[in-house]
């Protein structure tokens, strides 16, 4: 009962509880199996799932047949996430749902989840990528199916850049070259220095040197600035959490993540290179030259603002010496109910299970949807040679990265608090504040850790 309150107090939600972990029931009747997903049906994610199930169901016409439904999720994941925990509390939970990657342990933790491991075909779970495999694995056993994975590069404003002085666009790196953060805010000051005394059109409507997005952070999307900045700690040899994860003392509030954060904290010093409040769609309407972007600026930019001429380079190191995996991924994945007893039942929901994230579904959803394939084999299907020479090159780096670089975020039973006192208290407070100095900033990471511990109290129990 105490695992199951804890998750979903959790995540925000002030209904009273009816049940607990070790009584769920699921939503399936006997003759179908329920999937949910957080996809609204009328999105290309969430016709992609239906008409999967419908081509599973029609090659199935013997078996259990399968019923999927799209819940439109709003902003930073409520609505969906709010309906599978009353499902939880009224023991009514579907066989098969999605769930973001790093929410993934607190529901284990609670009891509410299934194992793979002992139903999967025999090397199914190996074809999924290295963070994939990550994501979805709490203390050793798998639990989740990453239907995607995700990345996050540094884009730049070809106009602008190229109206640059040669020394300075000679720092930009090229598409297949690593470079460190200092050479990131380097070019950033060199071409904030440039703009106020340009009149080149290309900077007429020029706010801010660097777009970060942070402004999501206030709004509720915590898991943004956790995605994006994290990997600045990663790169620095050292995290957010421990292994344990329930371990933040000397890990978050390290020395090295002084190091890091304070290497952020450079965007905001004397005049700021960039800002917690910068206006909507920044990157997009020529008022960046740089911005650090989620794989999804990619559709976005080419079908919304054709005019706009954007590159895209590698996300920074924080040493050119790192040789570590560092770079931001992991999305949402299926699950399984754990409360099904039924082994003929629990077999055809990991064939459904499969059927969804199989190679070939992992590359009909990159067609459909832009999603980075988290499975090996699927990989190649992400095209960099169409007509679109900014389509090719975003992809050229993330495709790099996904295959070499991409890290999974870290697994606690306690990561939505995690997430979220590190992307308000930490990311959000340096930016606000413009706090730069390493000692403000300690005292930021010491007081993130204290609020973090007293959270995850409830689970060392």
Not at 30 to 35: P, T
Not at 158 to 172: F, G, R, S, Y
Request: proline share 4%; with cysteine; glycine share 6%.
């Amino acid at each position: 009962m105490k695992k199951v309150a804890y998750l979903v107090l959790g995540l925000g939600l002030i209904f009273s509880l009816i049940g607990c972990g070790s009584n769920q029931a699921s939503k399936g009747s006997n003759d179908k199996i329920v999937i949910w997903t957080q996809a609204s049906a009328d999105h290309p994610e969430g016709r992609m799932f239906a008409e999967r199930i419908e081509r599973y169901n029609e090659e199935n016409p013997d078996k259990l047949q399968v019923e999927i439904e799209n819940i439109t999720r709003a902003g930073a994941g409520s609505g969906y996430i709010d309906k599978l925990n009353a499902a939880i509390t009224s023991r009514n939970v579907p066989d098969i749902f999605t769930l973001d990657g790093p929410d993934v342990a607190a529901y284990v933790d609670a009891g509410i989840l299934g194992e793979l491991d002992s139903y999967m075909t025999p090397g199914f779970k190996e074809g999924f990528t290295e963070a994939m495999i990550d994501q979805g694995t709490i203390d050793g056993t798998f639990y989740a199916m990453g239907y995607q994975d995700s990345g996050v590069a540094v884009m730049y404003n070809e106009d602008m850049i190229n109206a640059l002085p040669d020394d300075v666009k000679a720092m930009v790196p090229a598409v297949d070259e690593d470079w460190t953060w200092d050479q990131f805010l380097t070019l950033a000051r060199k071409i904030d220095d440039f703009a106020k005394e340009t009149d080149d059109p290309a900077f007429e409507n020029y706010e801010i040197a660097v777009s970060l997005l942070l402004t999501d952070i206030p709004a509720g999307a915590y898991e943004l600035g956790t995605y994006y900045f994290t990997p600045l700690l990663w790169g620095n040899d050292t995290n957010i959490i421990a292994e344990d994860g329930l371990t933040v003392d000397g890990v978050l509030n390290s020395e090295k993540s002084v190091e890091a954060l304070t290497k952020y904290a450079q965007l905001f010093e004397e005049t700021p290179l960039a800002n917690a409040s910068e206006s909507e769609k920044t990157f997009h309407t020529g008022k960046s030259a740089l911005s650090v972007s989620g794989f999804w600026y990619i559709s976005d930019l080419v079908n919304n603002y054709p005019s706009l001429k954007f590159k895209t380079v590698r996300y920074p190191k924080m040493s050119e010496n790192f040789d570590g995996l560092y770079t931001p991924s992991g999305s949402w994945a299926f699950v399984r109910s754990g409360q099904v007893e039924d082994e003929e039942r629990i077999k055809q929901t990991i064939e459904v299970m499969e059927w969804l994230n199989n190679d070939e579904a992992h590359k009909e959803y990159f067609h459909a949807n832009g999603a980075i394939p988290g499975r090996i084999n699927s990989i190649e299907v992400i095209d960099t040679n169409t007509e679109n020479e900014y389509h090719n090159e975003a992809w050229t780096v993330l495709k790099y990265q996904v295959q070499n670089t991409n890290k999974s975020r870290p697994v606690s039973p306690g990561y939505p608090y995690l997430s979220e006192t590190f992307a308000r208290d930490v990311i959000l407070r340096i930016a606000q504040n413009k706090a730069t100095d390493p000692e403000t900033i300690k005292g930021y990471l010491d007081d993130a850790v204290n609020k973090i511990d007293r959270e995850f109290e409830k689970y060392r129990k």
